[in-house]
């Protein structure tokens, strides 16, 4: 009877308790998953405990197996109940493309959501790429709402994209694998690669983003007017600035020039490009300058030649520009990485 008193305290709710604690200590010296720690804790001081209490009669408790067994069973049928419904912002469903397809997979021992898409497309000078490109939900979700929280504080177009790019970049990471898996494959060289990231971009059909919620067509002047009466979907409303953050444009693929602009910006200057965005109050526009050996149409800035580079549609090709936007002196540099 003794060995029953001295465990008094220590009862299976105590056990549980240890158990979260002790899986976050152990995740911070031994590289596996918090619940993976959790799990191996738990069934460990349930075994030790059914060991003890039943110690004085030379026999073992199974009970204790038995409730933490009831207990991860519940847990995990919970959280697969919870993955499987996206947790989603007001109107998030109606954003998601549906290029877009959610896809359960593992990561560091952790199930996880992706916003997936599988995308193949021709470049400018017809040479034909596809690969699997995801983003995190959660990372959509939550680069989305940090946007919306700290947007407000940026002061130019220029210190915006900035933050955009850096601030989503580390959510990009598997998207700028599967570039890398490209490169790496078609051994692609510098201008090679750029022009596999840009049609990559101009590849995704266009939409108008805003900053107040999307309206009828019959609300716009007549050149939106005209787009939104063929695509009802071609709009995306309720955005700081009317620009999509790099991540949310990936994971709902609705963009605007300056949503594209960005995200060029951010891949491209992850692999080391000199890279620059360009903005014109005048056409009310963005595209991307690339300081790299090409030809057309250049804006010089700090004595480099930064060649620019239509993105919100197919077969522009670097130096060159629509007819009604052609006058490189209503463009002006916004942001270079270099």
Not at 13 to 40: N, R
Not at 122 to 135: A, C, L, Q, R
Not at 296 to 306: L, T
Not at 311 to 319: D, H, R, V, W
Request: a positive charge; charged letters at 20%.
């Amino acid at each position: 009877m003794a060995a029953k008193k001295n465990l008094g305290c220590f009862s299976f709710p105590a056990i549980l308790l240890i158990s979260l604690v002790g899986s976050g200590v152990i995740q911070t010296f031994i590289p596996i998953s918090l619940s993976t720690a959790f799990v191996l804790l738990l069934l460990f001081f349930s075994w030790l405990l059914g060991k003890l209490e039943g110690a004085h009669e030379k026999k073992f408790y199974w009970r204790y197996i038995a409730y933490s067994l009831l207990v991860l069973i519940l847990t995990f049928g919970l959280r697969y109940i919870l993955d499987s419904t996206p947790i989603s912002l007001e109107s998030q469903k109606s954003n998601i493309s549906e290029s877009i397809y959610r896809e359960k997979s593992l990561e560091n021992g952790d199930s996880i959501t992706l916003l997936k898409q599988d995308r193949k497309w021709i470049d400018n000078y017809g040479n034909t790429f596809h690969g699997k490109f995801s983003v995190r939900e959660n990372d959509y979700i939550t680069s989305k709402k940090e946007y919306f929280n700290k947007a407000q504080k940026q002061q130019s177009w220029g210190k915006l994209y900035k933050y955009l790019a850096d601030s989503d970049t580390p959510r990009l990471d598997l998207i700028l694998k599967e570039f890398t898996k490209i490169k790496e494959a078609k051994q692609l060289n510098q201008f090679e690669f750029a022009e596999m990231v840009v049609t990559f971009i101009q590849d995704i059909p266009y939409s108008f983003v805003f900053e107040n919620a999307c309206q009828p067509p019959s609300k716009y002047e007549e050149s939106i007017k005209v787009v939104l009466e063929k695509c009802s979907d071609c709009c995306i409303g309720n955005i700081p600035f009317g620009i999509q953050n790099p991540v949310g444009f990936m994971g709902n693929l609705k963009g605007d020039c300056d949503t594209r602009t960005v995200i060029i910006y951010a891949i491209l200057n992850y692999f080391g490009y000199d890279v620059a965005i360009l903005n014109s109050d005048y056409y009310k526009h963005s595209i991307l300058g690339l300081h790299i050996p090409a030809k057309g149409v250049y804006k010089i800035y700090n004595g480099k030649k930064y060649y620019t580079w239509e993105t919100t549609n197919k077969y522009f090709t670097i130096g060159t520009l629509p007819k009604n936007f052609d006058n490189i002196n209503h463009w002006y540099i916004v942001l270079t990485n270099k």
